[in-house]
C-alpha cells in the first residue's frame, strides 16, 4: 500500500519527516550497516502508520464495506447460507474493494463496487428471491382485480 | 438433498468446466471474471451454495494471507462426482447421467 499525505495525521506527517530525514542521514553514514538502517526504518514506518493513521482512513478500516449487511444478515438468514454463501459473497467484495482503494480508484469506481457487490450480498442472503415472488404476487393480484 | 444430483443447469455445467480447468481452487469473484460476463455476482454464490449441496464442489475457507484487510475468501474446486458428472456429460454419445435444465 503506498503511503500518501492524506493517509497520515498531522502528527504522523511530521514523524514521517522526521524519519525521512533520519533515515536520509543514516544512509549517507558510511559507518552503519545499510541492510539494518534499512530494517529499521521500514519497522519505524509499519509502527507509524499503525499509531498514526488519518481520521477518515480509520473510518475506512475500521467499518470494511458490508459490516452493517452483515450483522443484519447474521440475524435473519440460516446459520449455513450464512456462513458459505453470505460470507463469500462479502469476502470477494473486501478483495475487489480493498484492491481498488489500493490503486487508489475514483469515487465512482468505489461507488459501482458497493453499489454491485451489495446486490450480489442480498442475492446470496435470498431476500431478492422472497421480494420478486412478493412482487409477482402482487402484480398477479393487482392484474385479477383490474380485470375483475 | 432436495434437488436430482445428476441435473445440471447450464450455469452449473459452466462452473463444474471452469474448476476442472483450472490446476488449483477458484473463488467467487474470480470465475465472474473469468467467465465473460456469463456468470453474475448476483448469482454466482447462490449456484456454487447450490452445487455444494448437491455434492458437485467442494469448498474450503482460505487461510488468513499476510496483511489481507478483508474476510478469508471462500475457495471452491470440483469433487470427485462433479468430475465424473462432467466426464459423462462430455461424453461424444450423450449424457448418459445429466439431464440439461
Redesign the interface.
Known amino acids: 500500500m503506498k503511503i500518501k499525505d492524506r493517509h497520515l495525521s498531522p502528527v504522523g506527517l511530521i514523524i514521517a519527516k522526521e524519519l525521512l530525514d533520519k533515515f536520509d542521514t543514516d544512509i549517507a553514514d558510511s559507518t552503519k550497516d545499510k541492510d539494518h538502517v534499512i530494517a529499521e526504518f521500514e519497522e519505524n514506518i509499519r509502527v507509524l502508520v499503525k499509531t498514526h493513521l488519518s481520521i477518515p482512513l480509520q473510518r475506512r ?1 475500521q467499518r ?1 464495506p458490508g459490516s452493517l449487511l452483515l450483522r443484519v444478515a447474521e440475524t435473519l438468514v440460516g446459520k449455513k ?1 450464512f456462513e ?15 484492491e481498488a482503494l489500493d490503486q487508489e480508484r475514483g469515487r465512482a469506481k468505489m461507488t459501482a463496487i458497493r453499489i ?2 451489495t ?2 450480498f442480498l ?2 442472503t ?1 431476500w ?1 428471491v422472497g421480494l420478486e415472488t412478493a412482487g409477482k404476487l402482487i402484480t398477479k393480484l393487482l392484474d385479477k382485480i383490474g380485470s375483475a | 438433498m432436495t434437488d436430482n444430483p445428476t441435473r445440471l443447469s447450464s450455469l452449473e455445467l459452466l462452473v463444474l468446466k471452469m474448476l476442472t480447468n483450472t490446476s488449483g481452487e477458484m473463488y467467487g469473484l474470480e470465475m465472474v471474471e473469468q467467465s465473460g460476463k456469463r456468470l453474475k455476482r448476483g448469482t454466482i454464490y447462490v449456484t456454487l451454495g447450490r452445487m455444494e449441496d448437491k455434492g458437485f464442489i467442494e469448498s474450503r475457507k482460505e487461510k488468513q494471507r499476510e496483511g489481507a484487510r478483508g474476510l478469508p475468501r471462500r475457495l471452491y474446486k470440483p469433487s470427485a462426482l462433479g468430475q465424473r458428472v462432467l466426464a459423462e456429460w462430455e461424453m461424444p454419445s450423450g449424457a448418459s447421467m445429466g439431464v440439461l435444465v
Open positions: 478500516i470494511p447460507r458459505r454463501d453470505c460470507m463469500a459473497a462479502l469476502a470477494d467484495w473486501h478483495e475487489e474493494y480493498f454491485r457487490h446486490y450480489a442475492r446470496a435470498g431478492l
